[in-house]
């Protein structure tokens, strides 16, 4: 807990003000990691917290749209415009060069704001003129929270192992990748970048090792402060409940096999998580298996050709966003399993070791700080969907294993991610860097 209460410590220091510009406030591991940020601050430490985001679910007064909803007909209009200005500047390879709207809303806000720190998290996805982090620094700092590869790319999210990033190129397989774009002009943007991040008061933070080694070899990013802070979670909320009664309350016999996965992106097309990977999986483990198992799966969309399995008893129980209801969930599972192509940590994976559910996944990206063989799961060769299933089953059918694994993965969760302690590391990092 915290050394003061928030009233106390009103009286001894004043409020640091922070702004957190996001492409979402709650949907997605990115969105949750930032909200979560803020909270753990307000708890903990004297900040007040707003956010800017391009698409907001919560309820949240501090948080506000990027495009106003005052007027619906308005609204439907501005954002229309804005999509399809973004689809042509991205069709001749000028990403996030110009939009009509949100980014001028952004600017605004800042200034009406005067926040003393800026926490930016995802910034692709048409909401956001690259040019404007200069612009931004110029308000406040910029503490750049990194969840995935654009901000050093080219023009990608993910670039799969192709590393044309570090001779400032963009490769043609990038093109391809989301946020997508037409014409290869993946020198221009790095340079460009490269640029606008030299003349910005800017530090980043990166959630795992993966992606901190990668950052350290940018050359965007040559010269900039780069911190790694792991992402954190309320282990109060996220811990391990009563296997039992979490079944009963799901309709899950007592005494069955229990998989869980899930994603928060489409899951039959999604080409990171969940897609032909899972789909393949599955299937192995359906032709291996022996009795039947029940299989907890949640995302958007729906998995047509797991339709014919015999031993799988699927629950597709679509898109949750509900925290007390996935607690249930993992705590239902007795393993959880990860197929990603790309992670910067795999937010997820952290919510199913706080609540005793260990988790197999593939050897890649931020799933290693995570996922530790014999401890918290284990970890697959990418992208060996044979071995994954047979070790799936393996524990599966281990009683005393999956008991094992579920105190260690929980041990594991409260040593590496308690929410405070990233608000301390945070917090810590945002007072160091304010001006005198």
């Not at 750049?144 to 001779?167: I, N, V």
């Not at 640029?195 to 350290?216: A, E, M, T």
């Not at 039992?244 to 998989?259: E, M, T, W, Y």
């Not at 990603?340 to 706080?354: F, K, N, P, T």
Request: charged share 25%; glycine share 6%.
């Amino acid at each position: 807990m915290s050394p003061w209460t928030r009233e106390a410590s009103a009286k001894v220091f004043d409020y640091m003000k922070i702004l957190f510009i996001n492409l979402k406030d709650i949907e997605g591991g990115a969105a949750l990691a930032a909200y979560r940020l803020s909270k753990g601050l307000e708890i903990y430490y004297p900040t007040e917290n707003y956010f800017v985001v391009k698409e907001k679910r919560s309820g949240d007064g501090n948080i506000f749209n990027t495009i106003d909803k005052k007027s619906e007909s308005l609204e439907k209009m501005k954002i229309f415009t804005e999509f399809m200005v973004d689809r042509v500047f991205n069709k001749f390879g000028f990403q996030y060069y110009y939009l009509p709207f949100s980014p001028g809303f952004i600017l605004k806000k800042a200034r009406e704001l005067k926040p003393d720190i800026i926490s930016l998290h995802i910034v692709h996805g048409g909401y956001f003129k690259t040019s404007h982090i200069k612009k931004l620094s110029k308000i406040a700092p910029i503490v750049w929270t990194l969840h995935d590869m654009w901000p050093f790319a080219a023009s990608a999210a993910h670039t799969f192992g192709d590393e044309s990033w570090k001779q400032l190129k963009g490769s043609k397989q990038e093109t391809k990748i989301y946020p997508h774009i037409g014409i290869n002009r993946g020198k221009q943007l790095l340079k460009r970048k490269r640029r606008i991040y030299k003349k910005s008061d800017l530090h980043v933070v990166v959630p795992s090792q993966w992606l901190y080694n990668l950052v350290k070899q940018s050359p965007v990013f040559e010269n900039k402060p780069i911190h790694r802070i792991v992402h954190g979670l309320d282990l109060e909320l996220f811990k391990p409940k009563d296997k039992a009664s979490c079944r009963k309350a799901l309709g899950i016999p007592r005494d069955a096999k229990v998989l869980m996965f899930s994603s928060s992106d489409d899951l039959a097309a999604s080409p990171w998580k969940g897609g032909q990977l899972l789909v393949d999986i599955l299937t192995e483990i359906d032709s291996r298996a022996d009795r039947q198992i029940e299989t907890l799966v949640l995302g958007k969309g729906q998995l047509s050709p797991l339709q014919h399995l015999k031993n799988l008893n699927l629950h597709q129980m679509g898109y949750i966003n509900n925290e007390k209801l996935i607690t249930i969930l993992l705590s239902a599972a007795d393993l959880f399993i990860y197929p990603s192509r790309a992670d910067s940590l795999g937010l997820v994976l952290v919510e199913s070791i706080a609540c005793g559910t260990p988790c197999i996944t593939f050897d890649l990206g931020g799933c290693t700080d995570v996922i530790q063989n014999d401890v918290s799961g284990y970890l697959i060769e990418p992208f060996d969907t044979k071995k994954f299933a047979h070790k799936t089953i393996e524990i599966l059918n281990n009683t005393e294993k999956l008991a094992s694994l579920s105190q260690t993965s929980r041990k594991f969760a409260e040593e590496t991610f308690d929410i405070a302690e990233m608000a301390k590391r945070y917090y810590q990092l945002f007072t160091s860097i304010l001006p005198s």
